[in-house]
């Protein structure tokens, strides 16, 4: 196999790629079973490794190279993305319309439970962007202001949800889908159960919707390293997110489509701040002494972030193994066909 990184200033992601005679799915597997400690420790210190040029066909294919990184495969999600089953543990990575933004997230950092590692498969390759740029988010740690940091230290953050009653006829692309259809049960008390299982405080308000909060530390340690991560879904639940991100997508992509979502987003964010207290919004992060994130601040950490991100074009075939405690992923706007399919660990 042959070992390698897309730039030398930049160890994310490290890129394997097959020798001759070694494009196949059974000797990919084969080769990553045999070096396992090899390949954990070089996850660990890059954050990412991409595969790529292997004969990767099928989500079943996907699954059995994730595997062989690690069998500890999940099927339960208690994220904000709407997601399809293709295989045992495969699933769409996101059913989100193309032009939504996805800005960088370590997997369900808001939780207890948040992943240890994430798997990207590139099923069909995006016509036009749909990117799945990743991040190291140690780097962003450390050159975050010290001031904003160490409020965020000081602090911790609250993440705020707020799901659609199933009563609800017909819901706005900016509203998150019904309980029900996150839970896939009607029984409350299940619910109930499962949010206290994973540290949320769940109210059923006046409508039948649901509200989830919880308060997490903003910054967490990795588990082998000790490094210190941003990690928490600030630049993802803010209410101004949305709005810097598609300022940037724009700046990037200069099309007519991400200039016109770029101002809906910058009308849309304007009229809601006006119409909703923040505890209502459908996503929503303040400190977690209530107090309000600045908008300045979301502006700076995305800024850093933008500074750290690797954009890279899928290839069909690519699969990406990620360690969800130091490295994020989002999604850029795209058009025309594009099938990116995902697997997380516990
Ligand atoms: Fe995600």
């Known amino acids: 196999m042959n070992l390698a990184y897309f730039s030398e200033n930049s160890i994310l992601p490290l890129v394997i790629t097959p020798t001759e005679g070694e494009s196949k799915k059974e000797t990919l597997v084969q080769w990553i079973a045999d070096n396992k400690a090899s390949v954990e420790s070089k996850l660990t210190d890059s954050g990412a490794i991409l595969f790529r040029g292997f004969q990767i066909n099928t989500p079943q294919d996907f699954e059995d190279v994730a595997k062989a990184i690690d069998a500890d495969l999940k099927d339960d999600y208690m994220g904000t993305s709407p997601r399809d089953k293709k295989s045992e543990y495969a699933f769409s990575a996101s059913e989100l319309p193309a032009h939504y933004p996805i800005m960088q997230h370590c997997e369900m950092s808001f939780l207890p439970s948040a992943p ?132 940037r997508i724009h700046k990037r992509q200069r099309r007519w489509e991400t200039f016109k979502t770029s101002m809906f987003l910058e009308l849309m964010t304007w009229y809601k701040k006006l119409t909703k207290n923040p505890n209502e919004q459908s996503m929503h992060v303040t400190f977690g002494d209530d107090s309000e994130i600045p908008d300045d601040y979301v502006e700076h950490i995305q800024e850093v972030i933008w500074k750290h991100m690797v954009i890279q074009a899928w290839k069909k075939g690519d699969i990406i193994c990620i360690d969800n405690f130091s490295t994020s992923h989002g999604r850029l706007p795209y058009y025309g066909p594009r099938e990116i399919m995902v697997c997380w660990t516990s």
């Open 116 to 247: 240890r590692r994430l798997f990207f498969y590139c099923h069909v390759e995006p016509e036009y962007g749909g990117e799945t740029p990743i991040c190291d988010f140690r780097k962003v740690y450390q050159d975050l202001d010290p001031k904003i940091r160490a409020e965020f230290e000081k602090k911790g953050v609250k993440h705020i949800r707020n799901y659609s009653s199933p009563n609800e006829a017909a819901r706005s692309g900016f509203q998150l889908k019904k309980w029900t259809d996150l839970f896939h049960t009607t029984d409350k008390k299940v619910i109930e159960e499962k949010c206290k299982e994973n540290d949320i405080i769940c109210e059923w308000k006046a409508n039948d919707g649901l509200r989830m909060t919880n308060k997490n530390a903003g910054i967490k340690e990795h588990p082998i390293t000790g490094e210190k991560v941003w990690f928490n879904h600030t630049q993802v639940f803010h209410i101004s997110a949305a709005a810097d991100e598609y300022y």
